[in-house]
């Protein structure tokens, strides 16, 4: 599978910047550098930054004074011969760097096809590649740990020891199945049925990390409802700590939903400031409001904003009527610098009769900047609720193909459970297991189809 042909990328985002990282990999980085270098061979240091001269090749004209680091392979992260030259940053530094090396005989890198290639020479496998693209993308510090936990092995680590337990337990019942005219085989099949539950307890809590762990990636999406001017942009912008959505005095201005990613307490969430849904709408604002009514469905959570102006009312009700079954509400009394702070009255807990969505009711005043952080502490609470543990340690599932994986084989584990308790002969049961390795073997890329390979790292940056 080695490559034959040598990449090159800028592995930093392009634009104004004191450095940029320009990274060559393939068999033909040592002739590279030497035609780049004059006097590389003499010099050169394996894994050890060296200052040097770059020069175009093609008519000898200086590019830049740069730091060159050589990476023999397979002690790289590629597993091949790689280069990092750190240019002076900026647009055209490094972009005529990596022309030059593409005019020695490289080839510009498609997205992701560094780590691609570290996957193919076995330096990472697929959840520690999936890993590694969400620490690049993580915008909040849990799917930070959580990634960096992925990029280390942790989930892999878990992974291989359900597939190996996998391994074990058919080995257990070919013991089973050895002494079959005995009346006491040396593993009784109580003892198989037993380490097939333990392993459907592993799969279980394995999952139980997922909706969680997915919503990680995405943010755990949250809704602010409420009439016009209840104060829910100025509560959006007070969440965000910047001015983001237009603030305006008119009743109906937002026409459309606002949606800003933010890290609250560390944990992530898309926020999104909705249109208030009304009756009397004309045609622009009625979409704004099919749109609010389908953030409102969808929301984690609804943050439903109600201004001491008017208290809770038969709007409020609307709300709620709108909502599913099982969605999560924080009714805000806002603006409760107004009013000597008493704000308005909401209906809370259930004894008093208090709609059971209504999970927490809190003052906020976005003005005054107070209940902010009790609004993030109530977030975190209700979405990320405990199956992701804050310090990183323990694996968990952040992608569907992951979700999916451990589905299948959970599916067929109990499948095999099933069977043996119900009398199915082992054989048969047996025959549950080895697709359970497989989904397993999948996840992880033991074997792999090119395509979901392809599919894979095209989502990645280019560089990485
Ligand atoms: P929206 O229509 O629900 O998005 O409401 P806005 O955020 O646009 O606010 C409506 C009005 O209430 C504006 O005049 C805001 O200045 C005012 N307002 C919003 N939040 C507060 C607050 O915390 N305290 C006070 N005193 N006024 C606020």
Do not use: I
């Given at each position: 599978m080695e490559a034959t042909d040598t990449i090159v990328a800028l592995a930093t985002p392009p634009g104004r910047g004191a450095l940029a990282v320009v990274r060559v990999s393939g068999p033909g980085t040592r002739a590279i550098l030497q035609a780049l270098i004059p006097g590389w061979e003499g010099r050169a240091e394996e894994r050890r930054p060296v200052l040097a001269r770059l020069i175009d090749p093609r008519d000898e004209s200086l590019l830049d004074r740069a730091l060159v680091t050589f990476f023999p392979g397979p002690n790289s992260y590629t597993g091949e011969d790689l280069a990092e030259i750190s240019t002076h940053g900026g647009t055209l530094v490094p972009a005529l760097v990596a022309d030059a090396i593409e005019g020695s005989g490289a080839r510009a890198a498609r997205p992701g096809e560094f780590t691609q290639r570290a996957y193919l020479n076995g330096k990472l496998d697929l959840v520690q590649a999936e890993g590694v693209r969400d620490l690049v993308e993580a915008r909040s510090e849990a799917l930070h740990r959580v990634a960096l936990h992925q990029v280390e092995g942790g989930l892999s680590r878990r992974l291989s020891d359900i597939r190996e337990a996998l391994v074990g337990l058919e080995a257990l019942l070919v013991h089973h199945l050895?002494?079959?005219?005995?009346?006491?085989?040396?593993?009784p099949l109580e003892r198989v049925i037993g380490e097939g539950r333990a392993l459907l307890g592993t799969l279980d809590a394995l999952l139980a990390t997922a909706p969680e762990g997915e919503l990680l990636r995405e943010g755990a999406l949250v809704v602010l409802a409420g009439r016009?001017?209840?104060g829910k942009s100025s509560l959006f912008n007070a969440l965000l700590g910047q001015e983001r959505a237009i603030v305006n005095e008119q009743p109906g201005t937002t026409r459309d939903a606002v949606e800003a990613q933010v890290s609250l307490g560390g944990y992530p969430f898309r926020l999104v400031d909705t249109a208030g849904i009304r009756g009397d709408a004309g045609e622009t604002e009625r979409l704004g409001i099919e749109v609010a009514r389908r953030y409102l469905r969808a929301a984690d959570v609804v943050l439903l904003c109600v201004s001491t102006e008017w208290g809770w009312g038969a709007i409020e009700e609307h709300f709620l009527s709108e909502l599913r079954e099982d969605a999560a509400v924080v009714a805000l009394r806002t603006?409760?610098?107004?009013?000597?702070?008493?704000g308005a009255t909401l209906p809370e807990g259930e004894a008093q009769g208090a709609d059971p969505r209504i999970r927490k009711v809190l003052s906020v005043s976005a003005l005054g900047g107070t209940g902010l952080g009790e609004v993030g502490a109530a977030l975190r609470e209700l979405v990320?609720?405990?199956?992701?543990?804050p310090s990183g340690s323990v694996p968990v599932l952040t992608r569907r193909r992951q979700t999916r994986g451990v589905e299948v084989a959970r599916r067929e584990v109990a499948a095999f459970v099933d069977a043996l308790r119900s009398g199915v002969p082992a054989e048969m049961a047996a025959t549950h297991l080895r697709p359970a390795e497989t989904a397993l073997e999948d996840l992880l890329g033991v074997i792999s189809p090119d395509e979901v390979l392809d599919r894979l790292f095209s989502e990645f940056c280019i560089g990485k």
């Open positions: 050895d002494f079959p005219e005995e009346d006491d085989p040396p593993v016009p001017n209840a603006k409760c610098d107004r009013d000597g702070g008493r990320f609720a405990g199956s992701v543990e």
